[in-house]
Structures are given as structure tokens and as C-alpha cells.
């Protein structure tokens, strides 16, 4: 499966562009839309090098998604293309959110799943709240 534009756009709205990087909330050099591979202090890109990285990264999360051996709706797909773009891939790789998914799709325990990836360290942090609940909803719509 591929994410939809509705994904990428659900990225965008959590990942504001930078295009000098800075480091987030997890004490990781980022820039663009929430990329981090190869980025360090200094750092200087264009608005088409944040969409080159983004999509990138947004391959890189959708290859990792369809490694979960599951029937997956288009929405389902799509908000954990959006989870794994952000935790990373792998943190979710040994997640219980994947293994409730992999074992029943339609689990309701996947939402409280969701909700335990909200801090950034020992930071809760309210924009990870936000994004959580906006990836429930879609994940059970």
C-alpha cells in the first residue's frame, strides 16, 4: 500500500517546515518536515530538499507499515504510516501497538496504544498529544 495525500498532509500539520536545523524535543538534530537522517547542527536546506527528505521518509515508514502482517484499511494504513514516520521505525518495530495490530486490526486496546507515545524523554508533550488523538481517529474511521 501507498499513504494517501491525507497522510502526508496529517505529517505536514505535526511536522511545521524548518529549513535550518534544530533540535526537537527528543534532543535529535532535525530539519524540514521532522527528518533526521544525516542532519547536524548548521544545517541549510531548500523547501524542495524538505520535500524530497519528507518523501523519503514517508517511504520509508510506508515499507515498514507493509511489513505488518495484516489486512490494513487505506486509513488504518495511513495513520501508522504517520505513527512510524514519527516514533520511528524502530521503536515500532518492537511496539505492543504493532503486535495488537498484527494479531486483530480492529483491536480497541490499539487506541491506548496510541496514547503511550506522547512524550518526548519524560516530556509529555501536548502536540504529540494532538497527534495521537488526530491518528486514532483516523486509524478507526
Not at 523519503?56 to 494504513?77: C, G, K, M, S, Y
Not at 512510524?84 to 511496539?95: L, M
Not at 507515545?117 to 508533550?125: M, N, Q, R, T
Amino acid at each position: 500500500m501507498k499513504a494517501t495525500n491525507y497522510a502526508t498532509l496529517l505529517i505536514k500539520s505535526f511536522e511545521a517546515l524548518r529549513l535550518n536545523s534544530y533540535l526537537c524535543p527528543a534532543g535529535r538534530w532535525t530539519i524540514g518536515y521532522g527528518h533526521t537522517e544525516g542532519v547536524n547542527q548548521g544545517m541549510l536546506i531548500t523547501e524542495k530538499t524538505a520535500d524530497a527528505f519528507l518523501r523519503q521518509d514517508i517511504h520509508h515508514a510506508e515499507a515498514e507499515v507493509n511489513r505488518i502482517d495484516a489486512d490494513l484499511t487505506q486509513e488504518q494504513f495511513d495513520a501508522l504510516v504517520s505513527f512510524v514516520f514519527n516514533v520511528g521505525i524502530q521503536a515500532f518495530r518492537v511496539s505492543t501497538l504493532r503486535k495488537l495490530v498484527e494479531r486483530n486490526p480492529s483491536d480497541p486496546k490499539i487506541a491506548d496504544e496510541f496514547r503511550r507515545w506522547v512524550y518526548a524523554g519524560d516530556k509529555k508533550l501536548p502536540g504529540l498529544i494532538k497527534r495521537r488523538e488526530q491518528e486514532i481517529k483516523l486509524y478507526y474511521s
